[in-house]
């Protein structure tokens, strides 16, 4: 071999394996067959799993059960996206279609958030391109394939709706009698069992002095530092701090969360922060506090005591509906058995139109896919 040749192949042998990666990603993971033939591709697959969270969760270090729990949750994936193909394609030959105007409003519901946000962060609407960066950085899906994705879903709602009225018109609400059976099921369970316990809770005024790169601490801390002593101690002068707050000044300020009394939130929120605020007696005010996004000084305005909640007390603290437990119980219900419902109709859906058509996945590429 020629030296010249040598080192042409040289040259080209570090691109291989980037080489590989995208034909593998450029493969088909699933066909599905009914009035046409569509292919869903592994890039298509890995997309969406990444937008509903599970592709950020590593197999490393999970047990067997979790690991098969996760799988069993990637597989759902493309068994939704292959019968949302199926039940598109048995709706276009019945004709029924989504509007523009219905995609539309739907697609702009779906991102307000991300947009409000962007505003709210810079002080301006972002530009299309900003607003396709941002929603590749968050998801790994364009905003096309969002559309995409909200067009198949409503479209497949629709047709479920208008092939399975007859189980979906069935679903009746909970009576007063069963809402009752159902708060005596539960009543001495956690609310974070599902029941109706509320533990210990707080609720906060806080100051916060952001800080989220390593490069914005030091100065931080100075200005953290500065309003401890402003403040002394003296929650009349807490207030006041938190009344001037406006991010010229360095801090925000304002009414926090209400905290229950659970290892949830003591995890979520750090063990130093979550242990100070349920030391402090209402109205008293903290130590300064570090937590990863920058310093913050609270002070405790509401405290509340374990209860029992009865059918009329309201069930969450801080929702501004005000809903009762009997309420929540009677929504809950109801949602389940419409959720019920919706399962039955679209299994059935779904095994009709695969005695039309078909849907095969390639299990070999699948198992090639690399998380």
Known sequence: MSMKRFIVILALFPLLPGLVFAQIELQNVAMVRLSKSQSISVKEFKDYVKWTGLSSVKADGLSN???????????????????????????EQEKVVVTDRELNQQFNDQMKPLIDAFTRDRGRAPTDAELDTAFATMTGMTRAALKEQIRRSMIAEKYLQFKKQAIL?????????EVQTLYNRDKAKSLFEGGFVRPDAVRIRMIWVPAVSASEKAAALNRATQLVQTIGGDPGKFDEVVNDAKPSLGYQAGDGPYIYKHDQFRVSMGVDFYDTVFRLKQGEVSKLLERPDGYYIVKVTETYRQKTLTLEDIYALGN?????????????????RENEARTKASEELVAELKKRGSVQIDNDIYKSIAW
């Open 65 to 91: 059960p979790e690991k098969e729990k996760l799988e069993e949750a990637r597989k759902a994936v493309l068994d939704t996206l292959c019968n949302q193909l199926l039940v598109c394609q048995a709706a």
């Open 320 to 336: 501004p509906m005000k809903i009762t437990v009997k309420q929540y119980i009677y929504a809950a219900e109801s949602q389940r």
């Open 169 to 177: 018109g069935q679903v009746k609400p909970p009576t007063d009698a």
